[in-house]
């Protein structure tokens, strides 16, 4: 805070903070929080960090540069009190220098500022949330976000990697260097490489180009990730005095209505998951490891791509994308100048989106798995004239600086004719309207969305906004996939947000149809926020109705496919079934409690199922069981008994339905086709016996700020089957060289905190995160009542920097 404000009385108490850091996730949530269930109920704030920074006297005349990745919101940046640099926007990276503001040989008082507050239809945390770096350079170097390179020319037997690398002269004198560039395969020695001199005047900058030539080169894909290293070097002579390391991949993007999305010639389907910016129980906060584990477990659930919503993903992200093989589409802003919240980024839109557009191709330009930009989500103006003229700057600002990847935008017809729709639905109601917001006029319009996407009205409103485009984004509009065809024969369609059960029709609509490149479901992980949009409710005697904004204490969406720890939801295997990647069968059972009552779902709801046949106090009693395949047929086998044959598909595609009741012992589900059994699969109850399991996905870890462990913790029988009824709570306690920097579990609607060191498990499951602090053994320690303590070991490492650049923490 500033000294004015200390003056005034204000005051709180200085915490020693990580970075990356969400100032908002370990604060009280309240029933009343001005956020809402949009906000996960979390209380609005002002924050600062500080941190001094002692620069050597030697250094005087070097140029000095804060790279942040994404600080949220509003972020005001000082150095020994003066103002330096400042950003609206909460997810773009920016660069602030200040060497001119520094005192050389004495410590240095850096300051950051920044707020939330109502600005977000989602939780969007707070703070520097992403990852810092100081950057230090000689007066002459290559610019920072400076190099582009682009591998758009390549055949089966080379490729021509075209190096553009800005280098900067910020000294008084006239100096010439040379560059080199120089290409090295992935353990493989150097592969191509060139020089250039350079002469830049005092002040100036300029551009390098090199066409290095790759012989039979290793193409990036998603099965096939191979990358690339471009080292740039400058040298005054025999000496170095600047360099860069810039990974990239060589591959070619092709799309049209005829072949549809083509990587280095081949069609591929995108089967996409949205996904929200945050780390569940880490809350915004950006660390690499969380990031890599992410896009891991999407892409074992079958994902190969993703879109994210509603904001630039974070350089970590694409990071991990680059090496595991996960396409992106990166989004630019949820809002343009319509506001959708009440102190939201609209107010800030006009001033900033080509500086922030400028910083999304910045950071996305070198990593291959960036396969296309979106300039928007679900912006009302795109029904509207202005809509189109700010579609069309957005689009031509993009390809002014990098026409390399397609532009797309997800648009909802819906809520492109918003106030056409809105003044109906008035008048039909003869009130206010709906309440919950869009997602609330969404759910109570239903399968009407479709038709009035599909319309004539929003054929016409929304035709400038989609001409723009390489790909047409359809939000919620599966109706106009067959219909553009005829309509728009150039069109090319991505599903840009799907609700979760309509993926089967939705995949035969990719299947059948090349102009129509892939779906991508509404969520892939589940988020914070939103609270309750795929929730499952059951009706009582008051008439409940569905809800997509559930009161305290909900915290979640619950409309993943993946759980806010990481765990697969049901919806998840079914997903994989229908994608064809999934040949045995898999078994859901529906919460027997329920039984008979009637759901009460949204659009984005699944069932109330999870895969476990352990229901105790329930035998005896009805229980209804899903089960996903790809068969013509499954029967269903308890104890060794038929309890049934059924076609698959009768209710829903790819799922038959069974109803009996609950035995212990093994429950198995048989699929056949063309009257052979195909594939098995079977669930046991758990034993009496009950204990503690605890595993971390890796024993050793790099010191640092961007290295994790997640402890996977159940409650499971002597044999490992889960006990998903007998949930309590688990303490988790770390010594040594680290610390617990979360716990949390699945459950959607819980007041408890994510800091720990305590939480209740759900459904027999919770997850710890431990964080590194220095060198050396990291001691946990789980325990739960009536379990034996459960001790790991984990070691932390010096960490192996990636670049010449310094992080901050």
Not at 210 to 220: G, K, Q, S
Not at 625 to 648: M, P
Request: aromatic share 8%; proline share 4%; net charge negative.
């Amino acid at each position: 805070m500033s000294a004015f404000a200390e003056l005034s009385g204000a005051d709180s108490e200085w915490a020693d903070v990580t970075l990356p850091h969400d100032a908002l996730i370990s604060t009280e949530r309240y029933g009343d929080a001005p956020s809402g269930a949009a906000g996960g109920y979390f209380p609005s704030g002002a924050f600062e960090y500080r941190k001094t920074l002692t620069v050597d006297e030697a250094d005087l005349g070097k140029v000095f540069i804060l790279e942040f990745d994404g600080v949220y919101r509003d972020a005001m940046v000082y150095v020994n009190g003066a103002l330096v640099g400042q950003h609206a926007f909460g997810y773009s990276r920016f660069t602030v220098r200040i060497d001119p503001f520094l005192r050389f040989g004495s410590p240095n008082e850096i300051r950051v500022a920044c707020r939330a507050h109502q600005d977000s239809r989602w939780y969007t945390g707070a703070g520097i949330y992403r990852d810092v770096h100081l950057i230090v350079k000689e007066p002459v170097h290559i610019a920072v976000d400076g190099v582009r390179i682009t591998t758009d020319d390549l055949d089966s037997g080379r490729a021509i990697v075209e190096v553009a690398a800005e280098i900067t002269n910020s000294g008084a004198v006239t100096t010439t260097v040379d560059l080199r560039s120089s290409v090295n395969e992935e353990g493989i020695a150097e592969v191509a490489s060139d020089v250039s001199p350079i002469t830049l005047l005092p002040g100036a900058s300029a551009v390098v180009r090199h066409r290095l030539y790759v012989d039979n080169p290793a193409l990036w894909s998603v099965d096939l990730p191979s990358l690339y290293t471009c080292v740039l070097q400058i040298r005054d002579g025999g000496r170095v005095i600047d360099k860069e390391s810039i990974q990239f991949g060589i591959r070619r993007i092709q799309v049209d209505p005829k072949q549809g999305l083509r990587i280095n010639g081949e069609a591929v389907n995108l089967r996409g998951a949205c996904v929200h910016h945050d780390n569940g129980p880490l809350g915004a906060a950006t660390i690499a490891a969380a990031e890599e584990r992410r896009v891991r477990l999407l892409k074992e659930a079958g994902f190969n791509a993703i879109r994210s919503s509603h904001n630039p993903a974070s350089s970590a992200l694409l990071d991990a994308c680059d090496r595991l093989g996960m396409l992106v589409i990166d989004e630019a802003f949820d809002i343009w100048t319509s506001s959708k919240s009440d102190f939201d980024y609209a107010s800030d839109f006009v001033l900033w989106w080509e500086r922030d557009l400028e910083a999304l191709v910045a950071k996305d330009v070198n990593h291959p798995s960036v396969i296309m930009y979106s300039i928007g989500n679900e912006i009302p103006e795109t029904g509207a004239r202005d809509g189109g003229i700010w579609s069309r700057r957005l689009a031509e600002k993009i390809r002014s600086i990098d026409r390399s990847r397609p532009i797309t935008n997800g648009v909802n017809g819906f809520v492109s004719s918003l106030d056409m729709v809105l003044a109906g639905m008035k008048q039909q109601a003869g009130s206010d309207g709906p309440g919950a917001g869009v997602n609330g006029m969404m759910t109570q319009v239903g399968d009407m969305m479709n038709m009035i996407s599909a319309s004539e009205m929003v054929s016409e409103r929304t035709a400038e906004s989609f001409s723009v485009l390489d790909v047409a984004g359809m939000n919620y509009g599966d109706g106009r996939y067959v219909l553009d065809k005829t309509l728009f024969p150039n069109r090319v369609i991505a599903g840009t947000e799907t609700f979760p059960g309509q993926i089967a029709k939705n995949w035969d609509l990719v299947k059948a149809n090349k102009h129509v490149i892939g779906d991508f479901a509404w969520t892939g992980w589940d988020y914070l926020g939103e609270a309750g949009l795929g929730s499952v409710g059951y009706a009582d005697d008051s008439g409940s109705s569905a809800m997509v904004a559930r009161p305290y204490p909900w915290l979640s969406a619950w409309t993943g496919d993946i759980d806010i720890t990481g765990e697969r939801r049901p919806a998840s295997y079914y997903r994989e079934v229908v994608f064809g990647l999934r040949s045995s069968p898999y078994i859901a059972v529906q919460r027997p409690e329920f039984h008979g009552r009637v759901p009460l779902t949204t659009p984005w709801s699944w069932s109330d199922a999870i895969g476990s046949w352990t229901w105790e106090g329930f035998e005896g009693r009805p229980v209804h069981v899903e089960v996903y395949s790809d068969a013509e047929e499954v029967e269903l086998v308890l104890n060794g008994r038929s309890v049934g044959r059924v076609s698959v598909g009768s209710d829903l595609a790819f799922r038959a339905d069974f109803e009996l009741t609950y035995e212990p012992g093994q429950l198995t589900a048989i699929a056949f086709s063309g009257g052979k059994e195909q594939s098995r699969t079977s669930l046991n109850s758990a034993a009496e016996s009950l204990q503690l399991q605890a595993h971390a996905d890796r024993d050793v870890l790099n010191s640092g700020t961007g290295d994790l462990a997640f402890v996977r913790i159940a409650l499971t029988d002597n044999g490992g089957v889960a006990h998903t009824g007998r949930d309590r709570t688990v303490t988790v306690m770390v010594s040594g060289a680290g610390v617990l920097q979360a716990i949390g579990s699945a459950n959607p609607a819980t007041d408890e905190n994510f800091a720990g060191p305590n939480r209740t498990s759900f459904d027999g499951r919770a997850l710890a995160i431990i964080r590194p602090i220095g060198e050396g053994p990291i001691d946990v320690a789980i325990d739960a009542d009536g379990c034996q303590t459960v001790t790991l070991q984990l070691m932390s490492v010096a960490r192996v920097p990636r670049d010449d650049r310094m992080l901050v923490s």
